[in-house]
């Protein structure tokens, strides 16, 4: 044990102190460690999460797969699946939401809908988890455009372009195309 001491950051005991200064505290009990790496083996993550512990005022610290850090969900492997897939169950209660009540409301209460159950879910922390791999998204951009076209009463296979354009959004990736999601 002190061996493993005397190999910590150094910043870790002023970080404690400079906190116990101005009265904040950690609850070692709800504070847990990720190990994250996007070019290892499962095989060599395995192994290296059995050789880690972090102590933190002589209290073992729980080792976590995905953490939940102002409400995005950050997984170990950092291709924001575990957050899409958040996203997504959002999108589909909103969407459920929207094919109920579209028969009664006006497209300009639909909009104020969308704007307020689907488009902040969609923008919130963006620049974060807007960058995963397409095959990550994807099934993010099927449901929103499914979304849409439950709001404009659309067919089912019709073309998506004039459907961004009515509710004057450009998509998750707008500085590379502009109705990818």
Request: one cysteine or more; a positive charge.
């Amino acid at each position: 044990m002190n061996k493993q001491r005397k190999e910590q950051d150094p910043s870790i005991p002023s970080s404690l102190l400079l906190m116990h200064l101005n009265i904040l505290s950690i609850n070692n009990h709800k504070t847990p460690y990720m190990l994250t790496s996007k070019s290892l083996r499962n095989t060599d993550k395995e192994i290296i999460q059995l050789s880690f512990q972090v102590c933190l005022n002589d209290v073992l610290l729980s080792q976590k797969t995905c953490v939940k850090y102002l409400g995005v969900l950050i997984d170990s492997n950092l291709n924001w699946s575990s957050h899409v897939q958040l996203v997504r169950t959002k999108l589909s209660r909103a969407s459920h939401l929207l094919f109920k009540i579209r028969e009664f409301a006006p497209i300009a209460v639909l909009k104020m809908l969308y704007y307020s159950f689907v488009y902040c879910h969609l923008q919130y922390c963006i620049m974060s988890w807007g960058t995963a791999n397409n095959s990550v998204l994807q099934p993010l951009n099927i449901l929103h455009n499914k979304i849409l076209g439950i709001m404009t009463f659309s067919n089912y296979s019709c073309h998506v372009t004039p459907l961004y354009k009515s509710i004057s959004y450009k998509g998750l990736r707008s500085g590379k195309k502009s109705n990818r999601v």
